[in-house]
């Protein structure tokens, strides 16, 4: 089973600010089948990201994913007030898919 | 418009069974598999499984063998899960995800809450 570590555990920033997600795999992730996903409060997750670098329809172009390997990164450029929330990233190259264990992305 | 549209919140004791439901509209519901995931109070998301709405075919992380089973239903467009043994543990809400081959978890249903409790 791969094992994904999210870091940090929660990142505090300011609207207007940069936020960099990472996540790690403890194998290679096949065929960068990495997502991401968004999750608020009392909703469901939304898939912001697949295939490590596609985003999802719908969804900003302030978003954007890249990574390979064991190694990927989520980059929001200018953080809007609706993009605090908790993201996960998700490995679905091999069974079973497994979830980090999230970031939580919290205003400053 | 495509969705999934999850059957309501359950309570339930503990040793007892759930069945949760699952119902697919606006895409043709055989060409994904829909996978199941389990979010417990405050915590992260974990995978429960897989099931093939082509073929049936299932596959379940080891954690949950033998305990869960999912099923689907192509005449109504309908996936369930069925967890037993219930445990206070289990009590989450549970979500139905749309999952193609080789793709990510595009499309998810509600949730529904289901609570373990004596």
């Known amino acids: 089973e791969i094992v994904l570590t999210q870091s940090p555990g929660t990142l505090s920033l300011s609207p207007g600010e940069r936020a960099t997600l990472s996540c790690r795999a403890s194998?290679?992730?096949?065929?960068?089948?990495l997502a991401w996903y968004q999750q608020k409060p009392g909703q469901a997750p939304r898939l912001l990201i697949y295939?490590?670098?596609s985003r999802a329809t719908g969804i900003p172009d302030r978003f954007s994913g890249s990574g390979s390997g064991t190694d990927f990164t989520l980059t929001i450029s200018r953080l809007e007030p609706e993009d605090f929330a908790v993201y996960y990233c998700?490995?679905?190259?091999?069974?079973?898919?497994?979830f980090g264990q999230g970031t939580k992305l919290e205003i400053k | 418009q495509v969705q999934l549209v999850q059957s309501g919140a359950e309570v339930k004791k503990p040793g007892a069974s759930v069945k949760v439901s699952c119902k697919a509209s606006?895409?043709?519901?055989?060409?994904?598999?829909i996978s199941w995931v389990r979010q417990a109070p405050g915590q992260g998301l974990e995978l429960m499984g897989w099931?093939?709405?082509?073929?049936?075919?299932?596959n379940y992380p080891q954690k949950f063998q033998g305990r869960v089973t999912m099923t689907t239903d192509t005449s109504t467009t309908t996936a369930y899960m069925e967890l037993r043994s219930l445990r206070s543990d289990d009590t989450a809400v549970y979500y139905c995800?749309?999952?193609?081959?080789?793709?990510?978890?595009?499309?998810w249903g509600q949730g529904t809450m289901v609570t373990v409790s004596s």
């Open positions: 099931i093939s709405a082509y073929n049936g075919d299932t």
């Open positions: 295939g490590a670098s």
């Open positions: 995800a749309r999952k193609g081959t080789g793709r990510a978890f595009d499309i």
């Open positions: 194998q290679s992730v096949s065929s960068s089948y």
């Open positions: 606006g895409y043709t519901f055989t060409t994904y598999g």
């Open positions: 998700q490995q679905y190259g091999s069974s079973p898919n497994t």
